[in-house]
């Protein structure tokens, strides 16, 4: 009868740490709550957890977005108007040359040291010339249909670029016109491998990303050429 | 030297970022960019638990923001504007989906049965101690009004003031869903002692050492 009593007394002493518990994780004081936790296994586990808990999420890590969100903003902005001031020619291509992740094509670092070289020795290029590449870029198949908004607006920025390209690389100087159609025709090779190679493993997660990694980078290379274009 | 002094002059830093964004400077908004993305995008992602949507949401965040970026005039930290903004993003999003997953006042009847306890030695503690990984599947289990509190509060840092505020609901409410949200998770967690959740204590020596 004694022991009854005194588990129901312990119950009750249970109910009420839990009604004070949620006050008291927020810093509430209460040594009711405290002191029952000592005294009570199970509520006192109860405590420990909820505690371990509240600290780990605090110590969750930032993850980064891909490099293709900045890419679409950029586009957006500059399409909207917002950004008035550019950045020149070589602040442009030496950042994102260092933000260039790991599995991006080598081509397209490769594109990036011979331009920096053609433009230094423009004309002794022009003397000794170059392997000439193909001249129309290799033509990509379409692109998968289950893209996100962002991979999309990458795809399709991509796309307007190359025919703004287009439109204009008859105006463009020879030399650099050479670099610039090899940087694309290497790029448009990488995309079309992703292409193929997505068309077998449709959700190989790895070539998606390395295929939005090339669109992105073909995007840099004609924006280059198109504002080299427009000197 | 001074601990205030680095933070003074990030904030300096990023003033001026700011005063050339609203001139139209590319490499500002570049910079901004840079400095908040992970931010931002940790945020979408540990709400809407799907990478893709979390870039959607990401853009979209940073777009709104640099669109009215001329409107700001320093009233609050920029990081504090852009956060909130965030924040809005992704409710919005939740509810043009059509999932009501922002309605704390119907959560509170809608998040599954209630939590109960077993008082007794079924009710033992968690071993070891948790591990991210872990974390992060139990926070995308949770059901989504347990969530966004729980991610507002306990990992961003929010007051249940500032969350009654966002999420249209009572502080009280807040702090009803933000409890039964750690419950939730202790309950994932006990579910899936060994399966990887949880970290050995000597694991989880090893890792505070490394720190």
Known sequence: MGEERRDQRDIWGCQEFELKLAAYLEGEASTGVSKHAEQCASCGSLLGDLQMIEAAAKDLPLESPSPRVWSNIRSTLAEEGIIREQKSFWQRWIPSVSLIPRSAPAAALAFAVMLAVIMLFKGDIQRIGIQKPATTPVVATAAPNDLSLVQLNLVRTVKAMEENYKAREATLDPSAKQVYQAGLTSLDNSIQECLDSLQKQPHNMLVREYLMEAYAQKAEVLASALEYGGR | ?211
């Open chain 2, 1 to 211: 030297m001074s601990p205030q002094k680095p933070a003074a002059s990030t904030a300096a830093k990023e003033t001026q970022l700011i005063a050339r964004a609203q001139r139209g400077d590319e490499e500002a908004f570049a910079a901004l960019f840079e400095a908040h993305k992970r931010r931002v995008y940790s945020l979408c992602l540990r709400m809407l638990g799907n990478p893709t949507e979390a870039e959607d949401l990401t853009q979209e965040a940073f777009l709104q923001l640099f669109r009215k970026i001329a409107t700001f005039r320093g009233e609050s930290a920029f990081s504090t504007w852009l956060h909130r903004l965030s924040v809005n993003v992704v409710l919005m999003h939740l509810r043009k989906k059509g999932l009501n997953q922002i309605s704390l006042d119907e959560t509170e009847n809608s998040q599954g049965e209630p939590i109960k306890r077993d008082y007794g030695d079924d009710d033992r503690r968690l071993v070891g101690s948790i591990d991210r990984i872990g974390l992060k599947r139990a926070i995308a289990e949770l059901p989504p009004g347990y969530r966004t509190v729980f991610i507002l509060h306990d990992v961003e840092g929010y007051e249940h003031n500032e969350i009654a505020e966002i999420m249209d609901c009572s502080i009280g409410n807040s702090k009803s869903q933000l409890h039964k949200a750690r419950l939730k998770l202790r309950e994932w967690f006990q579910q899936h002692q060994g399966e990887g959740g949880m970290r050995s204590p000597a694991h989880a020596a090893r890792d505070a050492k490394e720190d």
